[in-house]
C-alpha cells in the first residue's frame, strides 16, 4: 500500500478486519488474533465497543503507524 492509501484507510473511524488485513499486510487468522488482542484490552478498561469493529486510532496505535512519516512521504511527492 502506498502511503496515499494507508492514511485513507486510517482516516476511518471505525477499523473492520478487511481494514486490519490490509493495514498490517496479514492474512485473516492473523488479523482476527490481532483483533482479539485488542478488544480484550479495551473491553479490561471498561470500553463498550461494536461487536465487528475496533477503533482505528487503537489500531494505528498497535500497528505503530507513523502518521507523521507517511505524510511527510505525501507531501514530498507533491513536490
Known sequence: ?????????IAKQWCNLQDLMKLGEIGRNSALKIKREIKDNLLNKGYKIPN????????????????????????????
Open 1 to 9: 500500500m502506498t502511503a496515499e492509501q494507508t492514511l485513507n484507510l
Open 52 to 79: 465487528q469493529l475496533l477503533p482505528m486510532k487503537e489500531v494505528v496505535k498497535y500497528l505503530d503507524i507513523d502518521v507523521n512519516y507517511l505524510e511527510s512521504r505525501i507531501k514530498k511527492g507533491n513536490e
